[in-house]
């Protein structure tokens, strides 16, 4: 019993400088920026005088941020940024499992292409951009790779295009919300009735069909939050960013499942053969749910990653380009060329908040194993 | 008895021939910048981008070598010292957190997490302003600790995992046997860590090397990292690619050598020790 | 155990609110004067200047040997003071505002720093009061009687003259390849209207008419289009404030501007403005505007003699107006070493400092007095033109804008570029020039 104790004086003062150094350099930090997005610092010219006037404005920049038509490019920012982080998460995750399962098999020169799928997180954004951008060069790069081989060039304009799929209007932001919320509600609803327990079915009814209700009539009494329409959507020109990201760091999540793969004891190797299981229900039923906890924190990585797409983004596309635009860029121009320091700070709290969302599947996880 | 062997014989060539397309496209960037670097300014465009050099002009690297020198050896040391503090700070914090949880432990694990979801932008000021106060702007060790202090949250997680993953019983024999927290992290945890320092020392060397940002914010002339003196080669109204290019190609070049290094200590750690059942 | 632990977590939490205080930067006093601005002016003295002198600019790559033949001049004449060549490269000067004023914000101001003279220096630092007054320096110097009557008057504000320009750059130039023109039976258009006429009979030939790059260079045209418009009068009244944003000269400029733009190449926004005048080069593309930076790559890096193998004209309908940009020093207020920092202003406006510069540079003096033959056949025929034209300031790069102006000017470019609508961007221009304090 006193060893525990002991233990636990000392896992404290271990965390200690950790804690102290990640309070204050972090959410001291974070506190300054909140504080600053709460006023109208660089809203009027003298932004960056001595003593700037700093007025309180509540959550004033939060709104314009979401209403004003002049940041209808962070709308789209913030749209861009989910599909960015979607699209690595899901790219660098198959591509990596993929070739880690392709590595697992006693290949020869095995060193060599694990160096070769890794090295491109040894790169500098600065090269990788600009080759990347030449890549993707619709006048150069892969569109006329055809060309050596007789063919036609490539038509796709790739960063520079315009194209944009599954647009949807801003305005009508609210009702998809609201009829997401309420189709998932009534799914719920519905399990509910299906399931044989009683214990709790009445109260979880009486909650699910009062959100219900809720839902619906908020939906009918909200005031549209656009005087005009907007047309938000999958930009296409995001593709090319995207390939770019995977390629960075497919590699680094082939080490972790390659690692996760190896670290399987063999005897749920041995069984799955006894069972007569091919390789394919090996990995998607047996190894897959085995490595959730390397999937978890690899999520977790890679949402902490595509904050920093910001390099990659602003050397492959440049800072104003709207359709590659990233909330960090916009950010980032606020803050230091428009000298409008509170929308900026505005702008990095929204930032924070949706990249820290990606670690919630982690906690729900980890909070059912505690369970 | 034949079945097997062919099927077997096909299955090789399957994979092989995926590996070498994925090795053709995974090398493209690496052509380009290889090819662009050994062009004269004058034949770089993008019509010719594909093309091989000709005349061959090495020129390039020697001078990027001798721009890049001083802003490699700051590189190097910033990398190094911050990796190796990270690396510790992680294992220790992990063993913790993985081995040693107590009431509220989780949570200031999750709370530490959050640090990892910061934007490097929007701290610039106050970053500065606090590594002013302390008087460590300027130099390399400022650099130094504003990665490691930012690196907590993710070489806590990484090595968290890590430690996860190895069974309690072997900790638990020994504290039966009256080991404390030190001898036990000392002598049966770090042992077992290798792939978990391999994997954490790839990590955090590669993003200390490659960031720009803080390197040219928080430094002076003489303290440079080499990202921002391979921003100065691409600098300029009209930049000549082949300098840059080449200049990455050095920037790239100790990294490299640390995969190739750590990758086979990696396996090596892989196959020994205890982890697997 | 856990009460220990609860309280660490309670301590610690609460001592981060006791930081708080520390980054509470900039309390809202109001300035105790009331309206009474107080501009601080240039001493001036005959101290020999020592010390450290931290020169901070963007220049880097090929831009540098100009800045490190200026850096030479200076030496040569106060031996006794350390040169700090400070660069931050990237992002066409955004990394290097953001370092700027990081540590002008954190209280490590440069001597002098590198910025664009006019509007991008005032209303990002005169407003903050955070620049000394250069009135006293222009007159001692004799600036006042070198440089040109128009650029004194967009140089400062009422309140006095705040940088000396160390180079002037012509914004509205068409660039092309006479022996291209030749081959497809064209002349340079002196109207948009003659531009419109002969574009598709290039499109039929295969030719892109008018080369244009990412977002700025994008900006960079509409200047152009606008001046050539709205005429000189007119343009200047728009940014005085005297025309609204609304008005119909202004809208009929972005009509124009969107019948342009069907006349360019679609893979626009991946090129840098080097690619875009590799177009025009190789033939692929017809024209190109660009500053008279596209000159010195022409010249230096593609090897090409300026008037036999490429050519320039002002562009269409500006004849007679020079759009000028100018790279510019001012002095910090409360610098370490203020002597040092003057000293390096007297040589950037100096004769022998920016004819130095400048041929390097690949640009002209602000000097009318500057001696021609140093310079090559495109700088020659610019000074002229500088010396006789009527000069008006660029948008692009910062003279008649402000910041905050500018970088929402490039949201509103992004979102024409998409609708094309010209009611729409001259509303939206509006709003913008209201909201950022540019219509009084």
């Known amino acids: 019993m006193i060893d525990q104790r002991k233990n636990t004086v000392i896992s404290i003062v271990i965390l200690l400088p950790s804690i102290l150094l990640v309070g204050i350099f972090v959410y001291g930090f974070i506190g300054n920026t909140i504080v600053v997005s709460l006023t ?40 861009n940024a989910v599909f960015y982080s979607i699209i690595l998460m899901a790219g660098a995750l198959s591509l990596g499992f993929f070739f880690a399962v392709l590595l697992d098999r006693k290949v020869r020169g095995e060193g060599f292409f694990r160096t070769l799928f890794l090295y491109p997180m040894a790169l500098s954004f600065i090269v990788t951009g600009t080759i990347w ?71 979880n009814l009486i909650i699910w069909g009062v959100s219900v209700l809720y839902v619906v009539v908020l939906h009918r009494l909200l005031p549209p939050i656009l005087p005009v329409e907007e047309l938000h959507g999958y930009n296409l020109a995001t593709l090319g960013i995207s390939i770019a990201s995977v390629w960075q760091y497919a590699g680094y999540t082939m080490a972790l499942y390659l690692a996760g793969l190896r670290a399987l004891p063999e005897s749920l190797k041995e069984s799955a053969q006894l069972d007569g299981a091919g390789e394919f229900l090996f990995y998607w039923k047996i190894a897959i749910p085995n490595l959730k906890p390397i999937t978890l924190s690899a999520v977790i990585v890679l949402a902490h990653i595509s904050l920093k797409m910001f390099d990659l983004i602003y050397a492959m596309a440049g800072a104003d380009n709207a359709n590659t635009g990233h909330p960090s860029i916009n950010m980032y121009l606020t803050t230091f060329r428009a000298n409008n320091f509170a929308v900026g700070a505005a702008m990095a709290v929204i930032l924070f908040i949706l990249a820290a969302f990606f670690i919630i599947p982690y906690l729900v996880n980890t909070h059912r194993e505690m369970r | 008895m034949k079945h097997p062997t062919a099927r077997l014989y096909i299955n090789r060539i399957i994979l092989y021939c995926v590996l070498g397309l994925f090795t053709v496209l995974f090398l493209l960037p690496v052509y380009m910048t290889v090819v662009t670097s050994l062009k004269q300014p004058a034949d770089i465009n993008l019509a010719t981008s594909w093309s091989l050099p000709n005349p061959v002009f090495l020129k390039s690297f020697s001078t990027a070598w001798k721009l890049l020198g001083p802003n490699l050896k700051n590189s190097l040391i910033l990398s190094f010292s911050a990796t190796i503090i990270s690396a510790f700070i992680g294992s220790i914090n992990g063993y913790v957190f993985s081995k040693n949880k107590f009431k509220g432990s989780d949570l200031i694990f999750t709370l530490i997490l959050f640090g990892m979801f910061i934007p490097y932008q929007i701290i610039l000021i106050p970053l500065f302003q606090t590594l002013k106060t302390i008087g460590l702007y300027g130099s390399i060790s400022g650099l130094i600790l504003a990665h490691v202090v930012y690196g907590i949250p993710i070489v806590s997680l990484l090595f968290r995992n890590f430690y996860d993953q190895i069974p309690n019983d072997i900790l638990e024999s020994a504290r039966l046997d009256g080991a404390g927290f030190f001898y036990i992290f000392s002598h049966i945890m770090l042992p077992l860590s290798v792939p978990g320092f391999v994997t954490v020392g790839i990590w955090q060397f590669t993003q200390i090397w490659n960031e720009f940002l803080w390197g040219i ?61 | 155990m856990k009460k220990l632990a609860q309280m660490v977590i309670l301590l610690g939490l609460s001592s981060l609110i006791l930081i708080f205080p520390l980054f509470a930067s900039g309390t809202p006093e109001q300035a105790a004067s009331g309206t009474q601005k107080t501009v601080e002016q240039v001493q001036l003295n005959n101290n020999i200047p020592s010390g450290d002198l931290e020169i901070f600019s963007w220049w880097a790559g090929d831009e540098g040997p100009a800045l ?57 630092w005169v407003t903050a009061e955070r620049m000394v007054d250069l009135t006293p320096l222009f007159e001692a110097e004799g600036w006042t009687d070198v440089f040109p ?106 009509r124009t501007f969107a019948k342009v733009l069907d006349y360019t190449n679609k893979d626009a926004a991946s090129l840098s403005w080097q690619q875009a005048t590799d177009m025009v080069v190789n033939g692929k593309a017809a024209f190109n505007i660009m500053g008279d930076w596209a000159a010195g790559y022409m010249t230096t890096t593609l090897n090409l003699d300026p008037g036999k193998d490429y050519g320039w004209v002002p562009s269409p309908e500006t004849k007679g107006t020079f759009m000028f940009l100018a790279d510019s020093f001012g002095l910090p207020v409360g610098v370490e070493n203020p002597d040092a920092a003057v000293a390096w202003l007297k040589t950037c406006g100096s004769l022998e400092g920016s004819d130095t510069f400048n041929p390097l540079k690949g640009s002209i003096s602000a000097r009318t007095d500057s001696d021609l033959s140093l310079y090559n056949a495109y700088l020659r025929s610019a000074a002229s033109d500088f010396g006789s034209n009527r000069i008006v300031g660029s948008l692009a790069h910062g003279v008649v804008a402000n910041e905050g102006f500018m970088n929402d000017f490039s949201t509103v470019m992004e979102m024409f570029l998409s609708s094309r609508d010209p009611q729409q961007a001259a509303n939206a221009c509006q709003a913008i020039a209201i909201q950022n304090g540019m219509i009084r």
Do not use: C
Request: charge should be positive.
């Open chain 3, 68 to 124: 490190e033949a200026l850096i030479k001049v200076f030496k040569a004449k106060y031996p006794k003071v350390n040169v700090i060549n400070a660069t931050v490269t990237g992002g066409s000067g955004v990394n290097a505002k953001a370092v700027l004023k990081t540590r002008m914000l954190g209280g490590d101001p440069p001597e002098s720093f590198q910025v664009h003279a006019g509007q991008e220096l005032i209303g990002t």
């Open chain 1, 40 to 79: 109208d610092w660089g809203h009027a010219l003298g932004g960056l005088s001595l003593h700037p006037q700093k007025n309180f404005v509540g959550l004033q920049n939060y709104r314009d941020l979401f209403t004003n038509f002049i940041h209808g490019r962070f709308r789209q920012d913030l749209i």
């Open chain 1, 133 to 203: 951008r030449w890549l993707f060069a619709p006048s150069g790069g892969f569109n006329i790779i055809p060309t050596f081989f007789g063919g036609e060039p490539v038509d796709f304009l790739w960063i520079s295009s315009r194209k944009r799929v599954l647009s949807f209007n801003w305005q009508n932001l609210p009702q998809i919300f609201f009829t997401a919320a309420a189709i998932f509600f009534t799914v719920v609803i519905l399990q509910q009735l299906i399931t044989r327990s009683d214990k709790h079915r009445l109260r």
């Open chain 3, 149 to 254: 009557e128009d650029l004194l008057k967009l140089l400062g504000t009422d309140d006095g003259i705040w940088s000396v320009p160390v180079n002037i750059h012509r914004s509205n130039v068409m660039w092309y390849i006479p022996a291209n023109l030749k081959k497809w039976g064209v002349e340079a258009p002196t109207t948009w209207a003659d531009f419109l006429k002969i574009a598709p009979q290039l499109q039929a030939k295969g030719v892109i008419p008018l080369s244009v790059g990412q977002t700025w260079t994008v900006n960079h045209l509409w200047e152009s289009v606008a001046l050539g418009v709205l005429g000189p009068e007119d343009y200047s009244a728009l940014w005085e404030g005297e025309i609204p944003w609304t008005d119909n000269r202004v809208v009929d400029v972005w």
């Open chain 2, 217 to 277: 914010t928080l430094t002076k002339q003489s303290s440079n990292p080499v990202t921002v003196g391979l921003s100065q080669l691409a600098g300029g109204q009209a930049v000549s690619w082949n300098l840059p290019m080449a200049g990455a190609i050095i920037t790239a070049f100790p990294v490299i050598l640390i995969f190739i290094f750590m990758g086979k200590y990696f396996i090596r750690g892989l196959l020994s020790g205890s982890v697997k059942g």
